[in-house]
């Protein structure tokens, strides 16, 4: 099976940047994804890495090394908006049904 | 484009009781998964459907339970309703459930067992 871990709250500063990770055990998989949940709506799609390396994406990058087990979502000039909850997601082979993490809430503050 | 409905927003329910929740695709999205979201337990998966069949189970009990129509739409029912089924549920569809096509949520069914 899937192991995944990622901080349960962050806070961070309007304008500054924060960095969310995710680290994984799995045997193997095709990517994994991230998504933004906020309070009370749906989550919704933010990126998606097959490679190692980052990708960016406006003010959200992520990052993959698959032989560290390990992503990260960086989010630059934060605003008050991004207070959410960030999941992320592996992509398994198998089933094609992505196992979620418990999400990292996020708090931006003035 | 309409995004993935799901009816009703919010229920409240009593222990014993069973309860029908709906889910409408993104049109042309064949594939349509089901999960069970709180605050202890993150997003857990139930199950997904594709093309009228079961082809992904969760490790929940029997009393959850789904199908799926021709038109793609789908409903998700919980007989014998628990306490600990209180919970949001969440519907994503996608295009086939391949590898690399991310899910697109419904807003979900607030479900509360009194």
């Known amino acids: 099976g899937q192991n995944i871990d990622q901080p349960t709250e962050m806070t961070a500063t309007e304008g500054a940047i924060v960095q969310i990770n995710c680290t994984y055990q799995t045997s193997g998989f095709n990517g994994l994804f991230w998504y933004q949940q906020h309070a009370g709506e749906a989550p919704t799609f933010l990126s998606y890495?097959?490679?190692?390396g980052l990708e960016e994406k406006g003010r959200f990058s992520s990052f993959l090394s698959r032989s560290k087990g390990y992503s990260y979502l960086l989010l630059k000039e934060l605003q008050m908006k991004d207070s959410a909850s960030y999941l992320c997601?592996?992509?398994?082979?198998?089933?094609?049904?992505?196992?979620f993490g418990r999400g990292t809430s996020l708090i931006v503050h003035p | 484009k309409a995004g993935v409905t799901q009816t009703p927003r919010y229920l409240i329910k009593t222990r014993g009781q069973q309860v029908t929740l709906s889910c409408s695709p993104i049109s042309g999205h064949r594939s349509v998964s089901w999960y069970q979201q709180t605050p202890g337990q993150g997003l857990q998966f139930l199950f997904e459907y594709f093309s009228e069949t079961q082809r992904n189970k969760g490790n929940f009990p029997g009393r959850f339970s789904g199908r799926q129509f021709s038109n793609s739409r789908s409903e998700m029912n919980v007989s014998t309703l628990e306490l600990g089924d209180s919970a949001l549920y969440l519907c994503?569809?996608?295009?086939?459930?391949?590898?690399?096509?991310?899910?697109?949520f419904g807003d979900g069914t607030r479900l509360s067992i009194l």
């Open positions: 997601a592996l992509d398994t082979g198998g089933s094609y049904i992505p196992t």
């Open positions: 890495n097959v490679l190692d």
């Open positions: 994503a569809s996608s295009l086939e459930g391949g590898a690399g096509q991310p899910q697109h």
